[in-house]
Nanobody, 120 residues
Framework: QVQLVESGGGLVQPGGSLRLSCTASTRIFRIKVMGWFRQAPEQQRELVAVITNGGRTNYAESVKGRFTISRDHAKNTMYLQMNRLESEDTAVYYC??????????????WGQGTQVTVSS
């Protein structure tokens, strides 16, 4: 089974930047769709950004222009560069992968989550 491990979360002030990383236990070229979801307390998990193995991307409207998703197949790692962070970005961020789709299902892979807190 595929394992995903996130890192890079932490505390940052509004307007600051943070980069999240997700490393897979397999060659990520095999994973057609990878991305990031986030979940704030008492809120539903929501899509942040996704990227295909061909480099196509899609972003939530709330982060478009501020966040950049990328994947490095040589390192089996996916990244989320987060700039101009806002308090509303505070959440647990989860690495996601799926052989086919950006819509989570029983065959999707998930990381353990990493906390991002944006506060002054």
């Amino acid at each position: 089974q595929v394992q995903l491990v996130e890192s890079g979360g932490g505390l940052v002030q509004p307007g600051g930047s943070l980069r999240l990383s997700c490393t897979a236990s397999t060659r990520i070229f095999r994973i057609k769709v990878m991305g990031w979801f986030r979940q704030a307390p008492e809120q539903q998990r929501e899509l942040v950004a996704v990227i295909t193995n061909g480099g196509r991307t899609n972003y939530a409207e709330s982060v478009k222009g501020r966040f950049t998703i990328s994947r490095d197949h040589a390192k089996n790692t996916m990244y989320l560069q987060m700039n101009r962070l806002e308090s509303e970005d505070t959440a647990v961020y989860y690495c996601y992968g799926d052989p086919d789709t950006a819509v989570p299902n029983e065959g999707s892979y998930w990381g353990q989550g990493t906390q991002v807190t944006v506060s002054s």
